[in-house]
Nanobody, 118 residues
Framework: QVQLVESGGGLVQVGGSLRLSCAAS????????MSWYRQAPGKERELVAT????????NYGDSVKGRFTISRDNAENTAILQMNNLKPEDTAVYSC???????????WGQGTQVTVSS
């Protein structure tokens, strides 16, 4: 079965960095666009970043532009979210999503908590 497993979350101070990983299995990873979403308590889920299946198209949410970098390694079936200069408002549960391109078929990971303390 398809599994997406996030790792790398934790507690970090303002201005610090974290590197989130999303390890995929049970699917042909190179056919799926990958996205990171986040949801803070009491707030709607927010799209953080997305990368196409080939890695040639990348987009970021306005709140993370210039601080976060999304990447992927199709040989390792892994998507990465490098988060720098973290702010308290980045505190949320971060989840990865795989979506088969030109399709509505998608899968979610279970999420990983990121907490930025001031």
């Amino acid at each position: 079965q398809v599994q997406l497993v996030e790792s790398g979350g934790g507690l970090v101070q303002v201005g610090g960095s974290l590197r989130l990983s999303c390890a995929a299995s049970g699917l042909k990873f190179s056919l799926y666009g990958m996205s990171w979403y986040r949801q803070a308590p009491g707030k709607e889920r927010e799209l953080v970043a997305t990368i196409s299946s080939a890695g040639d198209s990348i987009n970021y949410g306005d709140s993370v532009k210039g601080r976060f970098t999304i990447s992927r390694d199709n040989a390792e079936n892994t998507a990465i979210l490098q988060m720098n200069n973290l702010k308290p408002e980045d505190t949320a549960v971060y989840s990865c999503r795989a979506r088969l391109e030109r399709s509505s078929l998608g899968y979610w990971g279970q999420g990983t908590q990121v907490t930025v303390s001031s």
